[in-house]
């Protein structure tokens, strides 16, 4: 069973920068594409960036690209998000997501979740 764990959420100020974890663990993730999702009050669910575990490469929404930036680390099972220059519309509860055989931008695709972890940047 896939388990994804974030970790790393808290609060900063606008212009300010916050690294987000995601443990993995439970199978071998060679295959797999992981994404961070986010949501904000009263808003939808929305796609940020993904990464493909085997190639490395990553994609982003417009709205991130150029400010936050995906990686991994193979020997830690482990999903990076840092943000940069952040901004008070980043304010969100961040999630990451993980699925074997989906590698796009829609929520409803991807097989296994974190719990979450929030986000919150001050004017």
């Known amino acids: 069973q896939v388990q994804l764990v974030e970790s790393g959420g808290g609060l900063v100020q606008a212009g300010g920068s916050l690294r987000l974890s995601c443990a993995a663990s439970?199978?071998?993730?060679?295959?797999?594409?992981m994404a961070w999702f986010r949501q904000a009050p009263g808003k939808e669910r929305e796609f940020v960036g993904a990464i493909t575990w085997s190639s490395g490469s990553t994609y982003y929404a417009d709205s991130v690209k150029g400010r936050f930036t995906i990686s991994r680390d193979n020997a830690k099972n482990t999903m990076y998000l840092q943000m940069n220059s952040l901004k008070p519309e980043d304010t969100a509860v961040y999630y990451c997501?993980?699925?074997?055989?989906?590698?796009?931008?829609?929520?409803?695709?991807?097989?296994?979740w974190g719990q979450g972890a929030q986000v919150t940047v001050s004017s």
């Open positions: 439970g199978r071998t993730f060679s295959s797999y594409t």
């Open positions: 997501a993980a699925d074997k055989f989906y590698s796009g931008r829609n929520r409803f695709n991807y097989d296994y």
